[in-house]
């Protein structure tokens, strides 16, 4: 709609998860820094949290996309507290087979998966999304998989990404055998207010566009209002871009960003701070 009149080429702001439009703030940076090493040292147990919309999908998927043809992955995403039996979810996201098969035979399958993927010097790494819908049974059954070993080489790596509920999880004193195992961990939090401007200047560097967009007072407000959410700020952000468009002004300033809290907080499903 309005990425031409603003040279770009593409929408800067969208909430789908892309790693191409990834801002490695220094938070970021860190997390990413410790999921690198937890793969190269075969930590058991990695877990990353952070609040909802802070970029932890995004995150993984900048991983994937640099991971070599050394490491097996396997994601499981839609977890939910329902989920019956989370070894056939991990068996189908490995592409192995589970329809019809015992506890057993599931386990026994899953073990000889690791062991050839170990025989083809390959590592394998489970990523679990949304980890913190897990029950403590789930986990546990984790953490059995985990014991899985060849002498001193871990043949499974798994990786929990999950809101801060996950680290509150994790503490229950059920757990904590679990929790003895979590080599890496690291919470990722939302943007300080200085952080925004310069996230919001990089997605619209990715998107085509090296001219300043939104004013610096602009950009400050949209870090008060959002929080320092990423998520929320891309909303913001193209909103305002929405409105300014439709004005026909060469830049976002702080009166459009104040017209766009206004009319949400009276009109919108969601009000913005």
């Known amino acids: 709609m309005y990425e031409a009149f603003y040279g770009l080429k593409e929408k800067p702001f969208s909430i789908q998860p892309d790693p191409d439009f990834l801002y490695m703030s220094k938070r970021h940076s860190m997390a990413y ?24 999908t ?8 640099n991971l070599g043809d050394d ?37 026994d399958q899953f073990q000889r998966f690791l062991i050839s993927q170990y025989a083809a010097w390959k590592r394998v790494v489970l990523i679990v999304d949304e980890a913190q819908n897990l ?35 994790l503490r229950l004193p059920s757990l904590q055998q679990f929790a003895q195992r979590v080599s890496v961990h690291f919470f990722i939090p939302p943007f300080e207010i200085q952080d925004v401007e310069a996230y919001i200047s990089h997605r619209l560097r990715v998107a085509g566009r090296e001219e300043a967009l939104f004013t610096p007072a602009a950009c400050k407000r949209i870090g008060e209002a959002s929080r320092g ?15 300014a468009f439709s004005q026909g002004a060469p830049q976002v300033d702080i009166d459009v960003v104040e017209e766009v809290i206004r009319d949400q907080s009276e009109f919108g499903v969601l009000a913005i701070g």
Not at 92 to 106: K, N
């Open 33 to 56: 820094a410790m999921l690198e090493y937890s793969i190269r040292n075969q930590a058991g147990f990695s877990v990353i949290s952070g609040e909802i919309g802070c970029g932890k």
């Open 58 to 65: 995004t995150l993984i998927r900048h991983l994937l996309n």
């Open 71 to 107: 490491v097996t992955i396997g994601l499981v995403y839609n977890t939910h507290k329902d989920i019956a039996n989370l070894l056939e979810w991990i068996m189908l996201a490995f592409g192995q087979p589970y329809e019809g098969m015992s506890q057993v035979a599931l386990y």
């Open 135 to 169: 029950t403590p049974n789930s986990l546990e059954s984790l953490r059995m998989l985990s014991n899985i070993n060849a002498d001193k080489d871990q043949l499974l790596q798994i990786i929990l990404v999950g809101q801060p509920q996950l680290k509150d999880l």
């Open 229 to 243: 959410i990423p998520r929320s700020i891309n909303i913001l952000c193209d909103m305002a871009l929405v409105y």
